[in-house]
């Protein structure tokens, strides 16, 4: 029989560390969304899935532990400089963690699925493997893979040190090294995010 994972064998990861490049250079976690930051929006998603929470930054970090105080949020910074990738904060994640799982989403996905740690961590329990993550799935019966909205094992850290050692920096290759699990999901509006101001402006007249 399966053993089957609770959320309190998970910490929670929002991705806020990146460059912000498609926005102009702005810290995107900070960028607000009806009058709030778009990761508070996130925290307030994700936390309730798992048993600890940690928020990868790598700038406005005092802004970064205020919203995440509430939540009991630590704020992670990547070991590596110029800001190398999701990858990096996921890492970083990996070796903070005190957890058996670590549960990943990036800060510019306010309308988070607020099952996703179950859904994920039902496929890893259910077909074994190493990672878990989103893929989303049109009334055409397109698939659209969404990688950092994941569910990983934290004892791929020291893995995933060497695969950026090495220079690597792609998410989805560095899950064909493990058994990843894609996991669909019919709620696209679950996982969109925002990729620049101009979207974040049409999403909040709408």
């Known amino acids: ?4 994972h609770t959320s309190s064998s998970v910490t929670a990861l929002v991705l806020a560390g990146g460059r912000g490049s498609r926005m102009g250079g702005v810290d995107k976690g900070m960028q607000h969304f009806h009058g709030e ?3 508070l929006h996130v925290l307030r998603r994700i936390a309730p899935q798992a048993g600890a929470v940690l928020i990868s930054a790598n700038r406005s970090i005092e802004e970064y ?3 995440g105080a509430p939540f009991g949020a630590r704020v992670v910074t990547d070991a590596r400089a110029d800001y190398p990738g999701p990858l990096a904060g996921i890492a970083a994640a990996l ?4 957890t058996e799982f670590v549960l990943t989403a990036p800060c510019d996905a306010p309308f988070l699925d607020a099952h996703i740690g179950a859904a994920l961590m039902q496929s890893l329990d259910t077909h074994g493997g190493s990672v878990a993550y989103a893929a989303t799935i049109d ?10 909205f ?3 094992r934290a004892s791929l850290a ?3 040190d060497a695969w950026l050692d090495a220079g690597e920096r792609k998410v989805r290759a560095w899950y064909a090294r493990h058994k990843a699990l894609e996991v669909r999901f019919h709620d696209e509006r679950a996982f969109y995010n925002i990729n620049d101001l101009q979207q974040l402006a049409d999403l909040q007249r709408r």
């Open 1 to 4: 029989m399966p053993i089957i």
């Open 37 to 39: 930051p778009l990761a």
């Open 65 to 67: 532990e205020r919203i």
């Open 95 to 98: 070796h903070a963690a005190s």
């Open 139 to 148: 009334a055409s019966g397109e698939v659209t893979a969404h990688p950092v």
């Open 150 to 152: 994941a569910l990983l």
């Open 158 to 160: 020291d893995d995933l």
